[in-house]
């Protein structure tokens, strides 16, 4: 083996290594850091809406599970996260119009309109929060984007849990699943890059 196939071999190695290590960090990932099960607020975490403004499934699935989540009692509020990153169209305020459509008052409603990534919609989630003396939050996304977001806000000072919004069809469930091997690219972005460059104070 010349060095050129030495060096190929040894990239190879070093990638399955750090996919590795990603897997293993997404399944040890936390859940929660507190016991509560009553919250101030609903974290709705953002992802694109079509190019026509509507909202696509898996917002959709985020949402609905949000607004079911607000009538069973466990917060008195949603906080919808996400700024315009995929098209023209702000996804916090794309949830917001359903989320009012669904019998959510605006009352208790607040739009982040500017986050452009996950570490984003957690540190402004919690700057919203830290405004109104909130300190405690349920953290709602698609199950393949939770281990990612139980990293990030485990950092954060306050007490969260998180909670997996069901796919409402066979094509969101397969949707999601290649979403998985994404999130695993993501995580370990996350894990070698964007926690130590990507700094956000709440």
């Known amino acids: 083996m010349g060095w050129r196939g030495r060096v190929t071999l040894a990239a190879i190695v070093v990638f399955v290594a750090l996919l590795t290590w990603a897997t293993i960090a997404r399944f040890l990932a936390p859940t929660a850091n507190t016991s509560l099960t009553r919250f ?32 069973r009692g466990v917060a008195p509020r949603l906080i919808l996260t996400g700024g315009a990153v995929a098209n023209e169209y702000v996804e916090a305020r794309v949830m917001a119009r359903s989320a009012e459509a669904l019998g959510i008052p605006a009352s208790a409603i607040s739009i982040e309109p500017n986050a452009r990534d996950t570490i984003q919609n957690a540190c402004y989630s919690v700057r919203i ?18 281990p990612r977001a139980g990293l990030i806000f485990d950092r954060l000072p306050i007490q969260w849990r998180t909670h997996a919004a069901p796919p409402l069809s066979p094509e969101s469930s397969a949707y999601l699943r290649g979403a998985a091997s994404v999130e695993t690219l993501k995580s370990l972005r996350y894990l070698i890059w964007a926690r130590w460059a990507e700094q956000c104070t709440p």
């Not at 975490?45 to 079911?68: K, Y």
């Not at 300190?135 to 698609?142: G, K, N, R």
């Open 40 to 71: 101030d607020a609903i974290i709705v975490l953002g992802t694109n809406a079509d190019d026509d403004g509507n909202p696509t499934p898996d917002q959709l699935s985020r949402l609905t599970e949000a607004v079911r989540e607000y009538e």
């Open 129 to 146: 929060m830290k405004e109104h003396g909130w300190t405690s939050a349920e953290v709602i996304s698609a199950p393949s984007h939770l």
